[in-house]
């Protein structure tokens, strides 16, 4: 793979209940390759509700499924959502494949009781 080529992976997260950006919230990016999951990295949305770098670029990315772990139920109960315990939603994974060297976009819109992602731009 040559260093001009263009992939790259960023998320964005949003509180569907506050309207807000989703401020804090702790993300773990992990590659699957068969049965095995190797965590690459774990990073933290900053006050946009995005990472300050691309999760992954340059000689980073590399084509191949993948999985986000956020972790929506300590962010929720830091905004001090009262949640049962176990709560419904806490870690919400999203498993997604990368086919191609562009930029992979994948967003999370979350509350206390529900969730969605689509792939973004």
Same mark, same amino acid.
């Given at each position: 793979?040559?260093? +001009?080529?263009?992939?790259?992976?960023? +998320?964005?997260?949003?509180?569907?209940?506050?309207?807000?950006?989703?401020? &804090?919230?702790?993300?773990?990016?992990?590659?699957?390759?068969?049965?095995?999951? +190797?965590? %690459?990295?774990?990073?933290?949305?900053?006050?946009?509700?995005?990472?300050?770098?691309?999760?992954? /670029?340059?000689?980073?990315?590399? +084509? &191949?499924?993948?999985? %986000?772990?956020? /972790?929506? &139920?300590?962010?929720?109960?830091?905004?001090?959502?009262?949640?049962?315990?176990?709560?419904?939603?806490?870690?919400?994974?999203?498993?997604? &494949?990368?086919?191609?060297?562009?930029?992979?976009?994948?967003? %999370?819109?979350?509350?206390?009781?529900?969730?969605?992602?689509?792939?973004?731009?």
């Amino acid at each position: 793979m040559s260093k +001009t080529d263009s992939g790259r992976l960023t +998320t964005h997260v949003l509180d569907t209940a506050s309207g807000k950006p989703a401020a &804090g919230l702790s993300i773990s990016l992990f590659r699957i390759e068969d049965d095995a999951r +190797t965590h %690459l990295k774990t990073v933290w949305t900053n006050a946009d509700g995005r990472c300050d770098q691309p999760l992954l /670029q340059g000689d980073e990315f590399v +084509t &191949g499924d993948y999985e %986000l772990l956020f /972790q929506a &139920g300590d962010y929720l109960r830091a905004q001090g959502a009262k949640l049962p315990r176990p709560a419904f939603l806490d870690i919400v994974p999203i498993r997604f &494949g990368m086919a191609e060297r562009v930029h992979y976009h994948v967003p %999370l819109l979350i509350s206390p009781y529900g969730y969605s992602t689509y792939r973004g731009s």
